[in-house]
């Protein structure tokens, strides 16, 4: 099997390369630009190509899988799953970004009819919310709510900051009776049970919104991490602010600067999630998870995923219903906890 890591050069592609050659595989690097793509192919012994978007399709043609890390995704998504369908190419990427999973779902019948596999999500973003999800609706089938909560170690990349800046001015978002709602940023607030201890969280819009929904079929998903009450208060006197130009501008330009989190500090530093569905009789499931910092668990996935792919039904797919509810508990240090009635 032939794939490809586009957008190697990146903090998180540079360590699913580096993970794919500690584990004996030889995936070929590629990207924008030669002076960034070169230097790390030429460290880890693989091959690279250097092409844009525009010319993905051909650049793809012996390629089986590619593993798309080249964000923000909202920009770079469509053009490589286009490509992908073209070449008869399998796609995954790492994205958390709603608007990016929806429209990727929307893409299946093109897949099918490509014999291709579309699985954006397939880091932390968003493999261990979607597999507790599927693991709690298949503890609870008759479940009509969901709230899904998660806390992260060890700060962001310039790509994670990068696209927290494009989705900074848009308020929140969730998922009411199947459709996609804005709402206020922290909404809601609740205590949510993470594997350590119960600690306070406020709604956000997370990519489950969109996955979650798809992967269990539960109407109404409400996601949340921790963050200080008054940026739910202020929301919605910052986010006009935040969808300037000038705004967004500057806020990328600090985002680039930002180097990702040290191998030393991920080592050190953790990610937890926690998950409730609730049906209509008012019967309560939970479960949690921990797992090591959330870039190592996205490398792990990517290159357990591209081993996987081959054998996944061709079409759009989500990370549980690509490989099953169990899928986390496969990835290096994962933890699972429940789910466990609640009384």
């Not at 999973?101 to 490509?114: H, I, L, T, W």
């Not at 409400?222 to 935040?242: I, N």
């Not at 309560?284 to 996944?312: C, F, K, Q």
Request: aromatic fraction near 6%; charged fraction near 20%; proline fraction near 6%.
């Amino acid at each position: 099997m032939t794939w490809m890591i586009y957008g190697a050069n990146g903090f998180t592609g540079t360590l699913v390369a580096e993970l794919a050659v500690r584990r004996g595989l030889r995936p070929v690097l590629a990207g924008r630009t030669a002076a960034k793509v070169r230097p790390l192919a030429e460290r880890l012994g693989l091959e690279h190509r250097v092409f844009g978007l525009e010319d993905a399709t051909g650049a793809l043609a012996d390629v089986d899988v590619v593993a798309h890390c080249a964000g923000p995704f909202s920009a770079t998504s469509g053009p490589m799953v286009d490509a992908c369908v073209r070449s008869r190419t399998h796609y995954l990427d790492i994205t958390g970004e709603i608007d990016v999973f929806e429209a990727v779902s929307r893409r299946d019948a093109d897949a099918r009819a490509a014999g291709v596999v579309l699985l954006p999500g397939a880091g932390f973003d968003v493999v261990p919310t979607d597999c507790l999800a599927a693991v709690l609706h298949e503890a609870l089938p008759t479940a009509t709510h969901l709230d899904l909560a998660f806390l992260v170690q060890g700060g962001a990349s310039a790509g994670t900051a990068s696209t927290a800046v494009e989705g900074s001015g848009g308020g929140g978002r969730v998922r009411e009776d199947g459709e996609i709602r804005g709402v206020r940023l922290g909404h809601r607030r609740r205590t949510a049970h993470f594997r350590d201890r119960p600690r306070d969280v406020g709604a956000i819009p997370w990519g489950d919104v969109s996955t979650a929904y798809r992967s269990t079929g539960i109407p109404n998903v409400t996601t949340f991490t921790a963050f200080p009450g008054v940026l739910g208060k202020l929301q919605p006197v910052a986010a006009p602010l935040l969808r300037t130009g000038l705004a967004r501008a500057l806020g990328r330009a600090v985002a680039r600067r930002i180097p990702g989190p040290s191998a030393a500090t991920r080592a050190k530093t953790r990610c937890e999630v926690f998950g409730e569905v609730w049906d209509a009789e008012g019967n309560r499931v939970r479960a949690a998870l921990t797992g090591p910092n959330a870039y190592d668990l996205t490398a792990d996935s990517v290159v357990e995923a591209v081993r996987r792919l081959g054998d996944v039904t061709p079409g759009a797919h989500t990370p549980s219903s690509a490989f099953g509810a169990d899928y986390v508990r496969a990835l290096d240090g994962v933890v699972v906890s429940g789910p466990t009635a609640v009384r």
